[in-house]
Structure formats: structure tokens, C-alpha cells
């Protein structure tokens, strides 16, 4: 009998062993370590990604701990990226993680890839950007094509609560949501129409007047006085629930990984020779001994 117990078994089932071993030599950079961007690291790492590059300048707020994964009572005031690096080190310790505490500006150029690659020891291999502001996310998007690395790229996850009106698409397919209009339009504004994976909503977002800072908005951010992403910075508040913004980070994963799965037969995918009968199982495993 070929029986090998690890970590990523179940995984390895699955895409065979040609497949697993395409993800542990992959190198992926993520972009923004919020709600989307934290369940989006959380489901590469438990693929068995080789190396994850996870870049967001912002620290915990309060108002995270409702659809961020790392948010927490005794979190807040803590780095994103740190608290994701040392989260995903514990799902997988073989793996190579690294953060980048930084905010990506066009100023930057090419900066993250190049730091990126530098503690990696590799190149990056694609993109999922997470970021939410509108000018860094254009240029991250046109660096990457113009850089050759493929990119999945989140669209507006906020204001919107049914899960069902979620799509993944080229970019040039993407509707209703006006976050993706604006995207597309500074876009054309530099000659790029399509070649970007993006996970968007059909569902028309909710009306987020009352949100607006100066009414009913106060910011107790305990970083309040950092430079960028300081709710008093923003023009609008959007609201959130729980669910939304990771299910477009696990759609971003999702995509991402069959892209990378794309000429395996899966009919005839090398991996366990024999499916083990329980007492097979119990006899490698040792069960019931420490």
C-alpha cells in the first residue's frame, strides 16, 4: 500500500500529486490584508502555496472585527500583515511567509515586486488584489500586466448582502457595481480593457448617505493620526457584513487555483494507489498512542 499522511492528504486526493506539487512552487503576492484579502491568504496557505507576500500598511481596528480574520479584542492597534504572517505560519510552518508593511502608491513603482521577490527568493507568480482605493488599485493592476504576472482582483464586496449575485469574470464583464465602472474607466484611460480576473456583485449596493463622516460617523481608530487609511481621510463609510467581503476572497483564491491547475487529467491524476480500509489508516497513523 502507498499511503502518505501530511498536512494537505485531503488536498492531494483531490488534485493528485502533480497538482500539489504545482502550488508548493508557486509564490503568490497579496495586496491588501482586510476582509477580502485576509480569507483570500488564509485559503491560499491551506493550498499548500510554497510562498505567500501579503503587503497592507494598516493596523487593527475595532471595527475590523466584524469580517477581518485577524481581527480580535486583543488585536486591535496590531499590524495586519504581522498578525496574518504569524496566523498563516501556524497552518502550514513548511511554507515561506512575508509582510510587507506598506502602502502601495504609483509613486512606489515597482517596489513590493521587487521587495517581494527579494524575501522570497522568487518571483512573484500572480496577484490578488484586495485593495480599495481607487488610484494605488489601478496602478497595481496596470503594473501587473505590464509586468507579465496575472492578476484576480476584488471589486466593491461593501454595501451589498446577498452572496448569490456574486460573479468572476474578466474585468471588461464586469456590471451594476460602480466601484468596477471607475476601475475600468481609468483603465482605458491607459489602453488596458481586459486580461484582469475579477470578483465582482450584480446586486445594486445599498445607499451609504448615512454613513457619510460628519454625521453619525466617529472615528475611534487608535491609530487616528496615521497618514493613510484614517476613517476622517475617507470621503464615504461603506457598511459590511460578515460574510461578503470573505467570500470574495475565497472566490479570488478559488479562481486563482484552478488557473493553476488548468492540462491535469484529474481522471487519471497520480496520487494514492488505494483508498486505506480504517484499520489500514489506524495502523500508519498509530491512532490511540502518543
Not at 486526493?13 to 506539487?21: F, I, N, P
Not at 505590464?146 to 492578476?151: H, Q, S
Not at 481608530?221 to 476572497?249: D, N, W
Amino acid at each position: 500500500m502507498s499511503f502518505r499522511n501530511h498536512r494537505f492528504s485531503r488536498l492531494e486526493l483531490l488534485v493528485g500529486r502533480e497538482g500539489l506539487g504545482r502550488f508548493r512552487n508557486l509564490h503568490i503576492l497579496i495586496v491588501g490584508a482586510g476582509g477580502v484579502g485576509s480569507f483570500a491568504a488564509e485559503a491560499i496557505a491551506r493550498s499548500a502555496i510554497g510562498k505567500v507576500t501579503i503587503v497592507d500598511h494598516d493596523e487593527v481596528c475595532v471595527t475590523n472585527v466584524n469580517r477581518q480574520l485577524h481581527a480580535f479584542t486583543d488585536t486591535v492597534g496590531k499590524k495586519k500583515v504581522e498578525l496574518l504572517v504569524e496566523r498563516l505560519k501556524k497552518i502550514n510552518p513548511l511554507a515561506g511567509y512575508f509582510g510587507i508593511a506598506e502602502h502601495h502608491h504609483p509613486d512606489k513603482e515597482n517596489f513590493i515586486f521587487e521587495e517581494a521577490e527579494r524575501l522570497a527568493g522568487q518571483p512573484v507568480d500572480a496577484v490578488i488584489d484586495c485593495i480599495d482605493t481607487l488610484i494605488p488599485k489601478v496602478d497595481l493592476l496596470a503594473r501587473s500586466l505590464k509586468l507579465g504576472i496575472p492578476i484576480w482582483s476584488s471589486m466593491g464586496s461593501a454595501s451589498r448582502m446577498d452572496p448569490a449575485q456574486i460573479r468572476c469574470a474578466d474585468i471588461s464583464e464586469t456590471r451594476v457595481d460602480p466601484f468596477a465602472k471607475q476601475i475600468r474607466a481609468k483603465l482605458r484611460e491607459i489602453g488596458i480593457s481586459e486580461g484582469i480576473r475579477a470578483v465582482f456583485s450584480i446586486e445594486d449596493p445599498i445607499d451609504p448617505e448615512q454613513a457619510v463622516p460628519g454625521t453619525e460617523w466617529h472615528c475611534i481608530c487608535p491609530t487616528i493620526e496615521k497618514e493613510f487609511g484614517a476613517c476622517q481621510h475617507k470621503r464615504v463609510m461603506l457598511g459590511t457584513i460578515s460574510y461578503l467581503p470573505p467570500m470574495f476572497g475565497l472566490w479570488l483564491a478559488g479562481d486563482l487555483l484552478q488557473h493553476f491547475l488548468k492540462g491535469i487529467d484529474f481522471k487519471k491524476r497520480d496520487t494514492f494507489e488505494k483508498i486505506p480500509t480504517y484499520d489500514e489508516f489506524k495502523k500508519v497513523l498509530k491512532l490511540g498512542k502518543q
